[in-house]
Every structure is written in C-alpha cells, then in structure tokens.
C-alpha cells in the first residue's frame, strides 16, 4: 500500500515525513509580495543553498542557521503555508488528494520528478550566481508553481 495512504501526517516517523519531499525545489524559489494585492509571486532565483541538479538542499540539518527564512514544515505548521507548489505531496495529502503517479514513492526513482518537468532543475538560477544589486522583477514567473 504506501505509509502514506494509512498513516495520518502527524503520526508519521521523521524518516516517513522527509521521504514525502519530492524533491522538486519548487519551495525554494525566491517569492516576491506584491505591496498592495498580498499577492506572492516566484521567481526563477532559487535559494543558494539550494544544489540545482539534484534540486535538493546543500545544507539541509544546518539550512536554519544559513537561511533566517528558511521554514521548517510539520504537519502542525503545513496550514501556515499556503504558497507550497501545488504538486506538493503535504498538501495534497493534507487534502486527502493521491500522490502523482512522477512522485519518487511511487515511481521508485528520484529523477521521476525532473522527468516529468516538475523541478525547477532546468529553470532555475542560483542566488550564488547573482549580483546583490539585481532586479528581482526580471525573474518573476508567468505563473505560480
């Protein structure tokens, strides 16, 4: 069957919770608030910590010392943000909606996801490789993940 399907989120081990990350990077791209609408945009700058390849963290047990904004989601805290990608596996199993048939549970390979065009693999670039005086507008994206 799947943990996932018979384990509610809060009862799930700490190895169970961290495998329902698909990897996709998508929680790591830089958004932008808009001042006057509340409204989040993302952008194609990915966190620096972010390794763009494997769209997974450099740093990840350490990624709250590096990153002051970085989050750290539980089943607890997973209402707190509703700007994770659509695609994410705590929200549609939040939702009582099925994992897609690219996640890595499913398909038995971690690069299901990229294959399926769900990372931001292809897209993205590294805060590392930019210029602190940047126009982060350039960046923004025609849609939300």
Known sequence: ?????????????????????????????VKLEDEESGELCYTAIACGEL???????????????RVAECITLSAATLADYPWLPSTCAYRLLAAGRPLPAWHPLLSGSSESVHAAGISVRNFAVSQRDLDDDLDMDEFLLDHNP
């Open 1 to 29: 069957m799947g943990f996932w399907k018979d384990t509610p989120l809060g009862e799930l081990s700490p190895a169970e919770w961290e495998s329902l990350c698909d990897g996709c990077g998508r929680c790591c791209l």
């Open 51 to 65: 390794e763009l390849e494997s769209c997974r963290c450099r740093h990840y047990t350490s990624r709250r010392e």
